[in-house]
Every structure is written in C-alpha cells, then in structure tokens.
C-alpha cells in the first residue's frame, strides 16, 4: 500500500487537528469524502462499477462462466476473488444450475488504478455496487434421450438474473489517529495513524468480521467504540450506496455514461 | 452523525470561457505537426520526421524568432536561479541533503548552504557534519532558495536567510509547477488569518501566522504548541480552495487564493470540495480577478 512521509511537525498537526473532530480538508471524524460511483464501465464483463473516493480509484469487473460445483457444496456457485473478501454474503444458491455439474463462478477482479488512502472501504463498495451490476443470463438444461444434458441459453440477450446483495457488507476502516478515530484517512493521515480496524457491516448494523492492521495497540474501550462507530457508519454508507445504485438504475439508458473520459 | 454522499459523475465541462484572452494559444499534443516550415529551430518538446515538426509533450506551442519550443502543461518543475522552493528532506548525506522538489532529480541542499540555529555564522567542521541529522532530518520540510544548478539539471539549494529553514506545524498542498505565477514574493500572510509559501515547484504550505518573527531561531525551533481550533479552520478553508483553484486550473497567487477563500465563506469547509460548489466559488473567484483586471 502507497505511503508518504511527513514530518514530526506535520503529523502533530494533523493529530491535535482529529482530537478537536476539523480534519485537514474540514471534515469531521465520521465524515467520509465525496464518492463518485458507476457502474457498467467495462462492456465485455458481466458486472462492473468503478468508485471514486477522493484520490482512491478503484476498478471492479464480474465475469460468470459456467464451472463445476465445489464437491462441499453441490447446490450452489461460487465466487473467485482477486483479493480476498469474505463470499458468504451472495445467495450463492442462485449461482447454481444443475446440482453437483454445472454452475456459475463469478470471477471478480480488482483493479486500483488510484490509491489515496483507505482502499478497502472504496474495494468493498465497488465489489457490492459491481455484484448489483452483474447479468447472469438465463440458461436452461435439457436432458436428452440417452441422458446428456445441454446447456441451453435463452435467445433474449437481456433475458438474465440478477443478484440479491442486500446481504453484502461493506468495509468500514476505522484508523486510530491520538486519542480518537477517524473514518476514510486520506494517506497523510495513514501515515499518523498507528493502528486501524477494518469492519466488514452489514446494510443491517450486522458486523460479519473485523481485523485489527497496524503495529500499534488498540485499547479494549477504544474497540468497543470503534465497532460502534463503525456500524453506525457503514449503515449510513449501505443508504446512500443503495440510493445512489437505484438511482442510476431508474435512469436505464438514458444515463449519460462517463467511462473514462470525463 | 456520519455523513456520507455519494454521486453518479459527471462530464466535467470545461468553465464558461466567456473572457476574452489576450491572442490565441496554439496548443498541441503529441504527435501534433507544429509547422512543416523546414527553416525553424527546434527547441524543447519538439522532433522532426519527415520534414514536419512534431510535438512532443501536450502543451503550448511558443516562438522566438526562429525557435520554437512546446511548453509542456504539466510537467516536472525545471530550477531557476532565485526560485523560492519548498521541499522535503528525502536522504542524509556525507556534507549534503538530498531534497524532493518534484523536478527530474532530487535537489541538494549543501551543509555549506544552510544557517546554523541560532543565525551563527562560521565553517561548518566535521563536527557539524556528524550532527547533520540534528538540524534536518528524513521527512522534514524546508522552504529554500535555488541557488545554482548543476550539468545535468539537478538544482542546488540555500536557505541562507532567516526567511528559509526548517518549516513547523501546517499543511502541505501538492500541484503542478505550471500553476504557480511568478511573482516577486512568494510568502503571503494573508489577511484572513494564515500564512502560504507558494513554492515555485508547486509545494504550497499553508501554516498558522507567527505571532511574532523570531528572528534569532533562524527557522530551527519548531512550535510543536496545539493550534487554535479558529487558525485550523481558515487553514483547513484554503487548503480546499486552492484544492478548487488547482481543478479548473487557475494561477495561484495571493490574490486569486484570497478571493476564491472569500466566496468559500458562505459554505462549510467540507463541502468545498464538492463538484458544485467548487465550479460557484472558482467562477466567483475568476469573475472578480476579471473585474480587477480590467
């Protein structure tokens, strides 16, 4: 991950700067910078979004392709991350099409085209809105006489399910910067901050897991509050992500689509 | 509360140019024919092939005489002699200090160039350069001057003067080099209550007004006392302004930051950054600019 180097005096500033909740750029401790998300960016995939949270820039694309079920779990798809995340939160029953021999495997790739601090919030809601994004199309299985199994697409090309993601969380990274915490650290404040927790939330207040990064300590209070923070936060997050994704979503074709060029 | 917006984007559309400008620029990008005129000279950000002369870098085409050269947009800051820079310690050496000023190479900061704590005077002994990482160290930021600059283009710096040295509590603002007018001072205490150094290489430090210039530190003893919550908000305002300044690519001097600072005031400090109030607050900016002008 991308770092700079600040002087003493600097990090100073920026640490008395979070004890009284003014951030460098005015925000307070709980406020996250602007986001810019779209989705359907790069057209030979399934699914894909692109976020922009501040400097950070994150690129996510879905294919499906047809595969093999997991000999543990013979109903259901499965999902193959680039990164690691956690994949219990997509009906993954929906993936499947033919118990124990055919299902969908959804790839999911990330790309960071930018990095300004607190990338896995912006990873976290690129995968969700790609997931919302992603077209499956409808295939059906006919069975011969002797028994092989076709698969069969539907003629339709708009003909597709899509997936249920109410249950996806998102990453709230809460970085410990003095005595408090802070939410989406730029890098300068990354690189004043000693230790962070990353919480994966539900859209419910749910919290699914939860990692410690840094070298530094975490007092066990200071955990209990940054949990709370944290779902209070990555509930408002999931609002204004569902929000915005059903908004471009009653837009249909009439969005203007900016890509890469604006 | 947490607050958290999110946006479908939008084509950033280029600001109303309703002002008239003073003669056409030709600008090109690479690959671009400047002229297929064989009897000129080529200077920077040009080549020729096939007897056309073709840019090179994205940027404006200017012409002395018989030299043509492309001033490239954004491009890596070049030293002048008696730039004002401000840059960041990157390496401790035998007798000098390499500093990143966001130019081709790191610059160097000789231990003969700097004045000692405490304004002394004298030859630096071996003595001095032991202790080298007493008065500068990785990371720390310095305002400076450019002395001399070397063969290949590295820059030479001095902070002979009590104005330059070590810089304490404030923020540091990263843009182009282009963006940065000449002007005959580059410190500003400006009258909303803080002080900036625009860097000629485009390191802009934005920092507190001392309360009174302690000319005998000689720029060593930092201040390491909380600032004032009042001296971080108009800090933490101009620091977005200039943030909005740098998106639609105005100049940055003490004027265009000063009036973009007083159309931020009806806004909150966060929401500066954001694309719509951003564009109000540069074309206010830009209008009065315009208005003074002329």
Avoid at chain 1, 68 to 76: F, G, W
Avoid at chain 1, 109 to 114: A, H, K
Wanted: proline share 4%; hydrophobic share 40%.
């Amino acid at each position: 991950m991308a770092s700079v180097v600040l002087s003493e005096a600097e990090k100073l500033y920026i640490v008395h700067g979070v004890q009284e909740d003014l951030r460098v750029d005015g925000r307070g401790c709980e406020d996250y910078r602007c986001a810019e998300v779209e989705t359907d960016v790069v057209s030979n995939t399934s699914g894909s979004a692109r976020v922009k949270l501040g400097e950070t820039d994150i690129l996510v694309g879905i294919k499906a392709e047809m595969g093999t079920p997991k000999l543990e779990k013979p109903e259901e798809g499965y999902l193959e991350f680039f990164v690691d995340c956690c994949e219990n939160s997509v009906d993954l029953k929906s993936l499947c099409i033919n118990p124990k021999e055919h299902c969908w495997v959804l790839y999911v790739d990330i790309l960071l085209l930018e990095c300004g601090g607190n990338i896995f919030d912006a990873i976290s809601i690129a995968v969700k809105a790609a997931l919302f994004n992603t077209r499956i199309p409808r295939v059906r299985v006919l069975e011969d006489e002797e028994g092989t199994k076709e698969i069969e697409l539907s003629d339709d090309p708009y003909d597709c399910i899509r997936l249920n993601v109410d249950e996806v969380p998102c990453i709230v990274t809460l970085s410990k910067i003095g005595y408090r915490h802070v939410v989406d650290a730029t890098l300068q404040e990354e690189a004043c901050s000693l230790a962070s927790l990353l919480i994966s939330v539900t859209s419910k207040g749910a919290i699914t897991s939860m990692k410690k990064v840094g070298k530094g300590s975490l007092d066990p209070e200071s955990i209990f509050e940054m949990m709370e923070t944290g779902q209070r936060v990555g509930k408002s997050l999931h609002i204004a992500l569902q929000k915005i994704l059903d908004e471009e979503e009653n837009l249909g074709t009439s969005r203007p689509k900016v890509g890469f060029l604006g | 509360m947490a607050a958290v917006t999110m946006r479908l984007p939008a084509a950033r559309a280029p600001l109303d140019s309703s002002a008239p400008r003073g003669g056409e620029k030709h600008l090109v990008a690479p690959g671009d024919t400047i002229t297929t005129d064989t009897g000129y000279m080529r200077g920077h950000g040009t080549y020729v092939e096939d007897d056309k002369l073709i840019a090179s870098v994205a940027g404006v085409v200017e012409r002395v005489n018989k030299l043509v050269c492309v001033r490239a947009l954004k491009a890596r800051y070049n030293g002048e002699i008696g730039d004002i820079v401000v840059g960041r310690i990157t390496e401790v050496q035998q007798k000098r200090w390499k500093v990143e000023t966001n130019s081709r190479l790191d610059s160097v900061l000789l231990l003969s160039s700097i004045n000692l704590p405490g304004g002394e005077l004298r030859r630096k002994s071996a003595e001095d350069e032991l202790a080298m990482r007493d008065y500068l160290q990785e990371g720390d930021l310095i305002s400076a001057e450019v002395q001399s600059i070397f063969s290949d283009g590295a820059v030479s710096l001095h902070t002979r003067s009590l104005k330059y040295g070590k810089l304490a509590q404030g923020v540091l603002v990263q843009v182009s080099p282009s963006l940065v007018k000449r002007q005959k001072t580059h410190f500003h205490d400006l009258p909303c209550g803080a002080s900036v150094i625009l860097g000629n290489n485009g390191f802009i430090w934005i920092y507190p007004t001392p309360e009174q210039r302690d000319d005998e530190a000689g720029g060593y003893t930092a201040n390491l006392e909380p600032v004032p919550l009042s001296d971080r908000e108009v800090i933490s305002r101009l620091r977005n302004c200039v943030m909005a300044l740098v998106t639609h690519k105005i100049m940055l001097f003490d004027t265009s930051i000063l009036y973009c600072y007083e159309a931020s005031l009806p806004h909150q400090i966060k929401d500066i950054l954001k694309p719509e109030v951003t564009e109000e607050i540069v074309l206010e900016a830009r209008q009065r600019l315009l208005d003074s002008e002329g």
